[in-house]
């Protein structure tokens, strides 16, 4: 199966329009729309106004990480998906990714109970019956722990805390725990982790490449993974030893360009998106026909 990776030009044609009302936001792509309720969660920046700040003047969220979602949709057609959104935050890419592919069932984790709980109403507002909430951190150990938290932060134990910080009792769980057993489902992880990727992402790699787990994997600066032991070439080595693809954009920038790459070096220990594709998906050349039919 060939993937045709995506251009900003790609997500252009997906006519993803931003609106917002009194009770709700939404993001409309042709007849289908997403509500993103009103509510107040205490975080540092509240659903609506985060919402509002991404799609200020015809923006886009992370635009890079939003085509590939369609170009995987576009890939796989109505092959059954499973996306495991690894630091849903405010549930964006949860909901999302129900416009990209035809048949999925989604396992949103975030470890913020507020934010957590923000999700589930997410899911709801949208009738999204096949979907579910993990309230806890990703780990290399299961458990509870107190850590220090500033935004979507969380420091490891044992870290010196800087200013801003709060400590919060957190339940953690490895990605082993909340992968559960493979099925017929093609399995994604979308992870933004802050860090902590370094940490839950080695011990659960042989069992992701056993089952050709797609990986939207969001790189980090080298001072946010150096606490938990690892880096983003690290990471990807043991996927691409494996026979995967790598490929790599600038996620966050609307100019986004895909690149292929054998290995990751000293100039991507940076924030940025690697995606890893198992053998049996390879990449293609660029395409135009993103848009999955309707």
């Known amino acids: 199966m060939t993937l045709d990776p995506p251009t900003p030009e790609n997500l252009a044609r997906l006519g993803l329009r931003f609106e917002t009302f009194e009770m709700h936001s939404g993001l409309r792509k042709g007849e289908a729309a997403l509500r993103f309720p009103h509510a107040a969660t205490g975080s540092a920046i509240e659903p609506a106004d985060w919402l509002a700040a991404k799609h200020a003047e015809g923006a886009m969220h992370e635009p890079g990480l939003v085509a590939w979602l369609f170009a995987l949709g576009s890939a796989l057609g109505n092959a059954p998906v499973r996306l495991f959104d690894i630091g849903a935050a405010y549930g964006y890419f949860s909901a999302l990714?129900?416009?990209?592919?035809?048949?999925i069932d989604i396992v949103a984790v975030e470890p913020d109970p507020a934010l957590a709980g923000y999700v589930a109403s997410v899911l709801r507002a949208n009738r999204l019956a096949r979907a579910r909430v993990e309230n806890v951190?990703?780990?290399?150990?299961?458990?509870?722990?107190?850590?220090?938290?500033?935004?979507?932060?969380?420091?490891?134990?044992?870290?010196?805390?800087?200013p801003g910080y709060a400590r919060h009792k957190i339940e953690m769980r490895t990605l082993?725990?909340?992968?559960?057993?493979?099925?017929?489902?093609?399995?994604?992880?979308?992870?933004?982790?802050?860090?902590?990727?370094?940490?839950?992402?080695?011990?659960?790699?042989?069992?992701?490449?056993?089952?050709?787990?797609?990986?939207?994997?969001e790189c980090d600066r080298a001072d946010k993974l150096a606490p938990h032991g690892g880096t983003n070439a690290q990471l990807v080595a043991p996927f691409v030893a494996a026979g995967y693809d790598l490929l790599w954009c600038d996620h966050r920038d609307p100019a986004f360009r895909v690149e292929h790459l054998p290995a990751l070096g000293p100039g991507h220990e940076r924030n940025a998106l690697a995606v890893l594709?198992?053998?049996?998906?390879?990449?293609?050349?660029?395409?135009?026909?993103?848009?999955?039919?309707e």
């Not at 990714?97 to 048949?103: E, G, I, V």
């Not at 290399?140 to 805390?161: I, K």
């Not at 909340?178 to 839950?200: S, V």
């Open 137 to 162: 951190l990703l780990s290399d150990v299961a458990g509870s722990a107190e850590l220090d938290r500033r935004n979507f932060h969380y420091l490891p134990a044992g870290t010196a805390v800087s």
């Open 176 to 217: 082993l725990d909340i992968l559960g057993e493979p099925d017929a489902r093609r399995d994604i992880l979308k992870i933004d982790t802050e860090g902590w990727q370094a940490r839950f992402l080695p011990p659960a790699t042989p069992a992701l490449i056993a089952r050709e787990a797609v990986l939207l994997l």
């Open 277 to 293: 594709l198992p053998p049996g998906l390879h990449p293609g050349t660029i395409s135009s026909n993103l848009v999955r039919d």
């Open 97 to 103: 990714a129900t416009l990209a592919f035809a048949d």
